[in-house]
């Protein structure tokens, strides 16, 4: 039967209570219950004057502003506003009655410009939740699962310029260069000659190496201390990012570390050209600060490095790396067809022909050569090596050792299943992410601006996540709202 209403009740007084209007079970109200926002006063008190000035708006209301931008992917602080001021759960989030203004959508942008900026407010904020997840008993940190994600910058792809650009030092700069002075001086090879000396003939130093290794460090592709970059010239900070059938941009990397069950444990930002074997490195300095060490860090072949796997097992953690097949163009032998002799220190190659040891290079790859007269006369020449002088070049890292031992952890028991659990956590953080909260790209510009928003996204999935399993607990417990449980849980959820 059609029905229709034939009186207008939008004028109508009725007496309600904005609590009465939130559904139980709606994000916010769960969060609310979940998380304890009080330690924002704590974080920004340095930031207000105690004493006098105007009354400023509550550091807490300001938080949760991006906070439901982020939590509730609305795509700009703007968009949120006008959001709050119709929707009554965002209104009741903030503690604002019906009648209260709703503060203005620069609000925010001011208060970091004058008071935040410069500041690590937003990665203790993350800090200060991730806390809170522990504390509940959910987080285990002994297997982590690590990579990295991009997120689009706001920069045109169109406006940029060429520049140089100073190289940044490796991690394990000194480390490499130690361990090849100590690999050259057993094979009986003289020190290398430093990059920066003089290449006069004249000079002694350039005596120290042989005309023919100068060569062989000239292949390699080692230039100076510059290099010529593609930069931005709307968002300097961020790089020209470019992978496999993706569009070229400009984005920031995001790298980011979680435990076996997706709870988010650290991450950091850097440009979108930063190889994710780079920007390891500062990830890991933040893991190794803990009171705690991982004791097994699950990542993808990106990380596959001899530095990276030498450091991990150097520092008593497991890696656990994935299998990589060989890039061999068609038609070659693999690299695995040539024996290592560890005994002789040499290749053996498919025709039972020993390749020598010849130098080690700058970038610390000990390199065996075959022999001239033997290889231009053999018929599997062209499945070895298209060199104009018919002489195989066969490269070995000075700590490919350490590679090896992670491909013997990777074949044993549980640790196929464990890799495969990324697609569970790690993967899918970064999935709901971009999806749901608005990561695929920022409007922000600038490196600060750009971890910011990546922080507090990252503690809305953390602080969403912990209010779901905590709401659960409750139903299933009979509790009612507002009981909050901090202790470890046994129990499956």
Request: charged share 30%.
């Amino acid at each position: 039967m059609l029905t229709k209403r034939k009186q207008d009740i939008r004028e109508q007084v009725q007496i309600v209570t904005m609590d009465a209007l939130v559904p139980k079970d709606h994000i916010l109200r769960l969060v609310d219950e979940a998380i304890d926002f009080d330690f924002i006063y704590d974080l920004v008190e340095d930031q207000y004057c105690a004493d006098n000035g105007r009354p400023s708006l509550d550091p807490v209301v300001l938080i949760k502003l991006p906070v439901i931008q982020y939590l509730c992917g609305i795509r700009s602080m703007r968009q949120t506003i006008r959001d709050v001021e119709v929707n009554i759960a965002y209104r009741w989030f903030l503690g604002l009655d019906f009648n209260e203004a709703v503060p203005h959508f620069t609000t925010f942008g001011k208060n970091y410009s004058r008071r935040f900026k410069d500041t690590d407010l937003f990665e203790q904020i993350f800090m200060k939740i991730l806390e809170q997840c522990v504390k509940a008993g959910y987080v285990d940190q002994k297997t982590l699962f690590i990579d990295g994600t991009h997120v689009k910058a706001r920069a045109n792809r169109k406006k940029s310029q060429r520049v140089l650009v100073k190289k940044t030092v490796r991690h394990y700069e000194t480390a490499l260069q130690e361990e090849i002075a100590r690999d050259r001086e057993a094979h009986g090879k003289r020190p290398l000659r430093d990059k920066n000396e003089s290449d006069d003939p004249d000079d002694s130093s350039s005596m120290n190496v042989s005309d023919e290794e100068n060569q062989s460090e000239q292949k390699t592709g080692i230039a100076g201390e510059y290099k010529d970059q593609k930069t931005s010239t709307s968002d300097p900070e961020s790089g020209w990012f470019h992978k496999g059938e993706h569009k070229s941009v400009f984005a920031y990397s995001i790298q980011c570390a979680c435990d076996q069950n997706g709870w988010i444990t650290n991450y950091t930002i850097g440009p979108g050209n930063e190889h994710d074997s780079s920007a390891f490195w500062e990830l890991y300095h933040q893991l190794m600060l803990k009171e705690s060490a991982p004791q097994t860090i699950v990542a993808d072949a990106g990380y596959k490095t001899p530095a990276i796997a030498r450091q991990l097992i150097l520092d008593g953690i497991t890696p656990n790396f994935p299998y990589t097949r060989p890039h061999t163009k068609d038609g070659f032998f693999y690299k695995k067809d040539y024996v290592f002799d560890e005994y002789y220190d040499c290749y053996i190659c498919p025709n039972d022909q020993v390749l020598k040891y010849s130098t080690t290079n700058r970038e610390g790859y000990r390199e065996y050569k075959s022999d001239l007269e033997i290889c231009q006369n053999c018929p599997d020449l062209k499945k070895c090596t298209q060199s104009k002088n018919h002489t195989k070049v066969v490269t070995r890292h000075v700590w490919a050792d350490y590679l090896e031992q992670c491909e013997d952890i990777r074949h044993t028991t549980g640790r196929k299943e464990e890799y495969q659990r990324r697609k569970e956590t790690i993967e899918r953080i970064f999935g709901s992410a971009k999806e749901h909260h608005g990561m695929r790209y920022t409007q922000y510009v600038g490196k600060a601006r750009v971890a910011m928003q990546v922080g507090l996204t990252l503690a809305c999935l953390n602080m969403k996540k912990l209010a779901n399993l905590l709401y659960r607990k409750r139903m299933r417990l009979g509790l009612p709202s507002r009981f909050i449980l901090f202790f470890p849980f046994s129990a499956a959820i």
